[in-house]
C-alpha cells in the first residue's frame, strides 16, 4: 500500500459527460502528479501541483483540468469525454518540489470507461 | 529533452535464471534515472534509483540497475527470477526543473516456471 488512494476505482459513462477523479497524496507529501495510462499511448505525465499550485504541465488536453485543495488532495476534471478518454489514470505523489528528485508513489488508479 | 528507450516490449526467462531488462537515455547533464514495476491491476512501485555515486544501484525485491554512462545504459537486473517477478517495468528519467518525469515504454516480463 502506497498510501496514496484514489476515488472512484472504476468509473463508467457516456461521450460528452463530465467526470471528475480524486486524489489523495501521502501524509506528507505536497506534490501530486496526474497521469494517463492506455494501450496506444502508454504511461502519459499529464500535470503536477506543488503545495496548491500547478508547476508542471505535460500532454494535457484542453477539455481536462485538475486542481489541488488546501488540505492537498487533488482532482481531475474530464469534461467532452470521447471514446479515446478511455483509461486508467494514476495519481501521485511525492515529498519535494524539485532540486533532489524523489521517487513517487503512486495510487491504484482509477480506470475510466467512455461509451 | 530528457528521455528513455527501452527497447524490448518482452521479455521471457525460465525462473531461476538471471533476467536483465533493458533501458538506455538521453539526458543533458547528469543523468537521474528509475525503475518503476506495475504489477496487474496496480499502480506502479519505484524499485530503485540512480542519482550519483556507484554504478551498481540496489533496489526492492533483489534487483539491481547498472548505470553505464558510455553506453548511456541504465539495466534492470535480478541474479535470479521469480515467478511472481512478472509484471510490467518502467525506466523513467526526471525532467528539469519540478520533477516532470517521462516513463519508458513499459517492457513486460514473463518469468516462465
Known amino acids: 500500500d502506497s498510501g496514496v488512494t484514489q476515488t472512484p476505482k472504476h468509473l463508467i459513462t457516456a461521450t460528452g459527460q463530465r467526470v471528475t477523479l480524486r486524489c489523495s497524496p501521502r501524509?506528507?507529501?505536497?506534490?501530486v502528479y496526474w497521469y494517463q495510462q492506455s494501450l496506444d499511448q502508454g504511461l502519459q505525465f499529464l500535470i503536477q501541483y506543488y503545495n496548491g499550485e500547478e508547476r508542471a504541465k505535460g500532454n494535457i488536453l484542453e477539455r481536462f483540468s485538475a486542481q489541488q485543495f488546501p488540505d492537498l488532495h487533488s482532482e481531475l476534471n474530464l469534461s467532452s469525454l470521447e471514446l479515446g478518454d478511455s483509461a486508467l489514470y494514476f495519481c501521485?505523489?511525492?515529498?519535494?518540489?524539485?532540486?533532489?528528485?524523489?521517487?513517487?508513489?503512486f495510487g491504484p488508479g482509477t480506470r475510466l470507461t467512455v461509451l | 529533452a530528457q528521455s528513455v528507450a527501452q527497447p524490448e516490449d518482452q521479455v521471457n526467462v525460465a525462473e531461476g535464471n538471471p533476467l536483465t531488462v533493458k533501458c538506455t537515455y538521453s539526458?543533458?547533464?547528469?543523468?537521474?534515472l528509475f525503475w518503476y514495476v506495475q504489477y496487474p491491476n496496480r499502480g506502479l512501485q519505484f524499485l530503485l534509483k540512480y542519482i550519483t555515486g556507484d554504478n551498481l544501484v540496489k533496489g526492492s525485491y533483489g534487483f539491481e540497475a547498472e548505470f553505464n554512462k558510455s553506453q548511456t545504459s541504465f539495466h534492470l537486473k535480478k541474479p535470479s527470477a521469480l515467478v511472481s517477478d512478472s509484471a510490467l517495468y518502467f525506466c523513467a528519467v526526471p525532467g528539469g526543473g519540478y520533477q516532470k518525469v517521462t516513463f519508458g515504454t513499459g517492457t513486460k516480463l514473463q518469468v516462465i516456471p
Open positions: 501521485a505523489s511525492s515529498v519535494e518540489q524539485g532540486g533532489t528528485y524523489n521517487e513517487q508513489f
Open positions: 539526458v543533458s547533464g547528469n543523468p537521474y
Open positions: 501524509s506528507g507529501d505536497l506534490s
